[in-house]
């Protein structure tokens, strides 16, 4: 997990919000991954190149760096 330590700081979040909030976001994703899958087993990437790309437009950290 990552966070933008600005943010949390300037949100004034105490550090029990931040880890049930991630606790509710890490269940979220595993559900996502369920669905998005559909019961089939993640990518063989072994010996692959793959490209990540994440614009922050979600989150708005990118406006923030």
């Known amino acids: 997990m990552s966070l933008n330590e600005d943010i949390v700081r300037e949100s004034y979040l ?20 369920a669905v998005y899958r559909g019961g089939r087993p993640p990518p063989d990437l072994a010996g692959k190149r793959a490209v990540l790309v994440d614009d922050g437009l979600t989150t708005g950290g990118a406006s923030r760096r």
Do not use: I, P
Not at 14 to 33: F, N, P, Q, T, Y
């Open 14 to 33: 105490s550090e029990a919000a931040v880890d049930k909030v991630a606790e509710h976001e890490r269940r979220e994703l595993l559900r996502r991954e």
